[in-house]
Structure formats: C-alpha cells, structure tokens
C-alpha cells in the first residue's frame, strides 16, 4: 500500500521528496568503485554502508528511496567479472534500503529499483565505447534480467534513469513495463550545439524531444529530468510537458563522471539547490531530489523548498 499511498498524494498535486546520489554517496564515503562497473558491485561488502546511506536521506527527509542498482545489470557486471552475481548483487541493494526504511519506523517510505541502460564507456570518460555495446537482444535480456530481480527483490518503483539513448531508451522501458510495477521516466539532458535542449547522448546530439517520443500515453506515472545540471532542468522539464501531463519529477547532478568515478568539482551549494528546487516546484514540479554528486544536505534543502512552497 505504500507505493499507493505515494501515487494518490501525487494525484492530489502534493510534493513528494526523492533522495540523492546513492553510487556517488558511496564514493563519497570511501567505497572503491570498479574500472568496468562503476557503482553496481560497491554494493558487495559494503551492505551496511549501503543502509546507512539510505537512513541518512531518510533522516534529511526523503520519502523515496533508490536501490543501488543503476549499473548492477549484467551488461555492466560482465566486465568486472561478475556478470553470474546479478540477482546476488541487486537483491542485497535492495535489502539495504528495505532494512533503513524499517529501522527508520517510516512505512510510508518507497523503495525504489534503479534501472537504466547504461552500458560500458571508455576508461577515463562518459561515454560510450561502441566496440564494447553487445546486440540489442543480448541488452534486452540484461534489462528484463535485472527488471526481473528488482521485481522479486521488493522494489515498489521502478525508476528509469539517465534516459538518452535513442536505440536502448525502447528496450529499458519495454523490460520495465514488462513487471507489472509502477515506473517512471528519468531522462537526462545537456545543452546542444543549437543552444536547444538536446538528450544526453555525447555521440549522436538528438534534440530531447526525440526521447521524450518514447513515453507511452499509459503506463508511465510520472516523468521529468535527472542527471542534469540544475541550470537546464527548468527549460528541460517545460519539454516534458508537452509529451506528459502527469507529476513531473526533478533530480539533478552536480560534478561529473570520469570512469570509474565521481569528479566531486564544483558542486551545488544545498542553498543554492534549494532556489532551484523552489523555482522547479514552481514549475509544476512534483517530485523534487538529487542525483549523482548530491547527498544529505540536498534532500534537506529539497524538503525547505517544499516547505517553502506550502507557506
């Protein structure tokens, strides 16, 4: 019923708070990160840093929280060896969270899965090294594997994140949709070399409005942008409207990506991230957090600029 309740107060046009980085809170505190995978085997030995995190946001105030699972699919475990530990790794990063939220005594927290469709990049880089991106059906069955076991591990939401990828944004949400689970639509944006609003992507510019496409007129209970500097999420998220009339969300990143980490340079001031959230909540925003590079202090400042908005 949790999940339930989250969606009705959604429909009643009330301000839900998501958490932060859960893969770069890991590296923030000291948790190594994998040369192949990133983030998705910190979760191996690291259970209790895990569910510490995730009491920590619970704590500054979210009321979803994300499971470790961004890059736990076997397209990314593969090349750290541990492509046979899927179901091991995604399930105990779900039973972290599962564990904060039942020492926290919140029951009206959300348990979230993380998927996306992130596949390997080049070493020291964002993006993609299309000499290591497998056939669409070998990702397909990696989406609807991991989908599969979020599912069975106890995920009420399935989150898509970092939607930008014009060739794999269909097999991500066909895998997402296929459990039978609530889900939402996270795409990513940066600024084009038009000065529009363009996906992600850093090898084909695609104007967002190309992704955005691919959000079904059902199915999908709410949709914005993530993983985006915080300066375009408001332009970014007008977009979003004109393909979903539902609870827009908001989560922004701060700092970037060399793999295999988090280059934590120039990050938003909870302050100044709170004037944004304000500003995004303004915007018909309904679901305000932070994603990588943003922690504790953020999902505080997003539960202020709620709070501001209420007065």
Request: aromatic share 6%.
């Amino acid at each position: 019923m949790t999940y339930a309740n989250l969606k009705a107060r959604l429909e009643r046009g009330e301000v839900a708070i998501l958490d932060g980085g859960t893969g770069t809170e890991l590296e923030r505190r000291g948790v190594a990160m994998d040369p192949a995978a990133w983030c998705g085997p910190a979760t191996l030995g690291n259970d209790a840093v895990l569910t510490a995190i995730h009491a920590d946001y619970i704590a500054a105030g979210a009321e979803i929280v994300t499971a470790n699972t961004y890059a736990a699919s076997r397209l990314m475990l593969n090349g750290a060896g541990l492509g046979d530990r899927v179901k091991e790794i995604a399930t105990r990063a779900v039973e972290a969270a599962l564990v904060a939220r039942q020492r926290s005594g919140r029951t009206d927290v959300v348990v979230a899965g993380s998927l996306s469709h992130m596949v390997p990049v080049a070493a020291g880089t964002d993006v993609v090294d299309p000499s290591m991106v497998p056939p669409d059906a070998e990702i397909s069955d990696a989406f609807h594997e991991l989908a599969g076991v979020l599912k069975a591990a106890g995920v009420e939401l399935i989150l898509l994140e970092m939607m930008y990828a014009h060739g794999r944004v269909p097999l991500v949400l066909e895998a997402a949709r296929a459990t039978g689970l609530p889900v939402w639509f996270g795409a990513s944006a940066r600024r084009g070399n038009d000065g529009g609003v363009a996906s992600f992507d850093r090898i084909e510019e695609r104007p967002l409005s190309d992704i955005l496409a691919f959000i079904p007129p059902h199915g999908i209970d709410a949709a914005g942008i993530m993983h985006t500097g915080a300066e375009l999420v408001e332009e970014a998220l007008g977009e979003v409207r004109q393909h979903f009339k539902g609870p827009l969300t908001a989560y922004p990143d701060s700092g970037y990506f060399e793999m295999p980490g988090w280059r934590f340079v120039d990050i938003i001031a909870p302050d100044r991230y709170q004037q944004f959230a304000e500003r995004w909540i303004g915007a018909g925003a309904q679901v305000i957090g932070g994603c990588c590079g943003l922690g504790p202090e953020h999902v505080k400042a997003a539960a202020r600029a709620r709070a501001a908005a209420l007065k």
